[in-house]
C-alpha cells in the first residue's frame, strides 16, 4: 500500500494508522526542541522512536548532548544510535587510497567546485532506514510497503527549502516545526523559555559545508575538534590528488589548508548552510 502526505509546505499531518513513528534526531537546535515538544505534549501524536545516525565524526559535546537525550530522564520515548561506518576514517582511508573508492564527503576542489556528496546518505539516511526496517520486522530484501511510517524531519521555517519527500513509498516526511511555523529562532526561544539550554551545533567536525563563522568558533571553543580537522585537511592532500580527482581536496571553500584561512577577516556572519542538502537530516 502506498500514501501521499499534502506536499505544500506547512502543511504535513500525522499519517493516519501509522505502524511507526520516527523522530530523525540529528541532536542539533530543531531536532532537539522537536523530540522536547513531543515530550511536553505540545505536537505529536507521540513518536515511537527517535533515531540518532552516528557518523563519528561529531564534537564531543554533541555526544553529551546525545547521552543527555538518551539518558532516559529526559525524552518519554528511546533514542537509537545507529551507525554504518566512521565518516573520519573513511576520509582518511579513502584519501590515502586505501581502498580505492571516492571520499564520499564533498570537498572543495582547487580546479573548481565540489566532490560528489554521498554522505548524508551514507552516513545518515541509509542507517537510519535500516534501523526503520528491523524495528519494523523486515527481512533483509524483503519490501516494506505493507507498512505506514511518518518520519519526523526537524526543518525549520528558515530552511524550508530542504523539505524533501520520502525516497521509500512506504514513509512519508512530516516536519511538525514547519506546521508550528517554528523559526531556528523560535526553536531556541522555545527551549529557552523551558530551561533547556542550546543544543551543540551538530554536524561533522570535518564538514564543507561550515561557513566561515562555524570554523572561527571551532577553533575558538573546541580546539580539539579545529585540531581535528586540520589533520584530516591535510590527510585530503598527503598522498597527491584522490581517486579520480583532477585536482586537490579542500575542506575550506578558499581551497586552503584549514590552518591558514584567516576566519576573521572571511566571517559573514551566517550559519552553517546546509540549504542544498536534500532530506534535512544533517545540522538539524
Ligand atoms: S554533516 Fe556534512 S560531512 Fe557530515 S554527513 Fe552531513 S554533509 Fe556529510
Known sequence: MTFQHPTWPG???PVTGADLRVLSLGAGVQSTTLALMAAHGEIGPMPDVAIFADTHWEPKAVYEHVDWLMSGNVLPFPVHRVSDLNLRDQVVDRAAQADGRYISVPFFLDAGGMGRRQCTNEAKIVPIRKEIRRLLGVPKGAHASRYRVEQWIGISTDEMQRMKDARESWMAHRWPLIEARMSRGDCLAWLEKHGYPAPPKSSCIGCPFHNDRFWRDMRRDD???????????????????????RSHEYMHRSCQPLEAVDFDARTTGQQIDFLDECDGVCGT
Open 223 to 245: 580546539p580539539a575538534s579545529f585540531h581535528d580537522a586540520v589533520e584530516v585537511d591535510r590527510a585530503l592532500r598527503r598522498h597527491g590528488k584522490s581517486r579520480g580527482m
Open 11 to 13: 502543511v504535513s499531518e
